[in-house]
C-alpha cells in the first residue's frame, strides 16, 4: 500500500484538495458484499479503523444494495450512528436508526415488466419498499439463503401494490444472458448487478428507477449532509459500484474486485477478510488528516 497523497494508477493525476467550510472532514462510504463483508463477516480491525476516522471528524456511510434491515441496519449503525447511509442501491437514504430521510419509488408499469420478466426467465423475484420491506411470493432455496444473509425474514405472498423501491432478481450465471436482453427493454429504470461471498453461485441483480444508482444515494446523502462530493471516498469490489466510484474523491477498490472497478481505482486495498476498509480508512487519515 502507498503513503502519502493519493494517486490514481500509472501517476494519471492527484485526488485534489478543496475549501472546506463545513465542519466535516469528509464523508467515507463503504459497499457491504465483498468489501466490507467477506467470506467470515468483518474483520476485526476494520471497527478502530473506522473509529479513528469518525474521531477525526469524518462521518461514515454504507453503500449497500441490501434493505436498510437486519444485518445492513447493524452495520450502518456500528460504522457511523450519526451518519447517513445508502440502502436499496441508492433508491433510499437512511439514518442510522432506520428513519427514512429519502427514497425514489419505481414507476408502476416497471415493476409489473420486471416481475413479469422475472419469472419469465426462472428468477427468483423479490420486491422492497422503502422502509425495508422484503417481500418474496414463496420461501425457496434462494429466498431462504437470502433470508439468512440478510438477518431479515421475507413477508411470503401476494407482492404489495404500494411504492415500491426496487426489485430485484436473483438469478444463476446461466440464465442471466436472457435476463439481461430482456431488462433492456424496460422503461423508466436502471439495472445493477451485484455479487456476494456469501452466495456465490447467484447474481442480485437489481432493478429501480432511472437515475438511481449508488451514486445517486452517496450525492444525496452529502446534499443532505452538506459536504461536496470532492470531499467523499467510496471502498467498493463490484460493477454496481462503479458509478459511485466514479464521483468521488478518492475511490478504494479491494484487490479481489471486478476487473471494471479496479480499473477505476485511486488505490487498491486488501480484500474484506484482510480488513481492506481499514486500510482505506488508515490511508485517508495519513493523506488527508484535514479531510479531502
Known amino acids: 500500500m ?15 484538495r478543496v475549501q472546506r467550510p463545513s465542519p466535516i472532514a469528509g464523508v467515507l462510504f463503504v459497499d457491504v458484499d465483498g468489501t466490507l463483508v467477506g467470506a467470515n463477516d468483518v474483520a476485526p480491525r476494520v471497527w478502530p479503523a473506522l473509529a479513528r476516522l469518525r474521531e477525526r471528524g469524518w462521518r461514515v456511510g454504507v453503500c449497500t444494495g ?17 451518519g447517513l447511509h445508502v440502502f436499496e442501491s441508492g433508491a433510499v437514504v437512511m439514518r442510522g436508526d432506520g428513519t427514512v430521510v429519502r427514497a425514489d419509488a419505481l414507476p408502476t408499469a416497471a415493476v409489473a415488466e420486471a416481475i413479469a420478466l422475472g419469472d419469465a426467465v426462472g428468477a427468483t423475484v423479490e420486491v422492497y419498499t422503502a422502509a425495508g420491506g422484503y417481500h418474496a411470493r414463496e420461501r425457496n432455496t434462494q429466498i431462504a439463503a437470502h433470508e439468512a444473509l440478510l438477518g431479515v425474514g421475507a413477508t411470503i405472498g401476494p407482492l404489495p401494490a404500494g411504492p415500491i423501491v426496487r426489485v430485484q432478481w436473483v438469478v444463476g450465471d446461466d440464465a442471466w444472458p436472457a435476463l439481461e436482453r430482456g ?16 452466495m456465490p453461485a447467484v447474481r442480485f441483480v437489481a432493478v429501480t ?19 461536496p462530493i470532492e470531499r467523499a471516498a467510496m471502498v ?12 468521488v474523491g478518492a475511490a478504494f477498490v479491494t484487490a479481489d474486485g471486478a476487473p471494471e472497478a479496479l480499473a477505476i481505482a485511486h488505490h487498491v486495498v486488501p480484500g474484506p477478510d484482510a480488513g481492506g476498509v481499514a ?3 488508515e490511508l485517508l487519515l495519513a493523506a488527508f488528516p484535514e479531510g479531502l
Open 183 to 198: 431488462a433492456a427493454a424496460i422503461d423508466g429504470v436502471d439495472i445493477h448487478v451485484g455479487r456476494s461471498p456469501r
Open 2 to 16: 502507498g503513503t502519502g497523497r493519493l494517486r490514481r494508477p500509472g501517476g494519471r493525476g492527484k485526488v485534489r
Open 66 to 82: 441490501r434493505p436498510g434491515r437486519g444485518e445492513a441496519l447493524g452495520y450502518a449503525a456500528r460504522v457511523d450512528p450519526e
Open 279 to 281: 486500510d482505506a480508512a
Open 236 to 247: 467498493g469490489d463490484n460493477l454496481n459500484d462503479i458509478p459511485a466510484l466514479r464521483i
Open 209 to 227: 428507477a432511472r437515475g438511481v444508482s449508488k451514486a445517486s444515494g452517496v450525492r444525496a446523502a452529502l446534499a443532505l449532509l452538506g459536504v
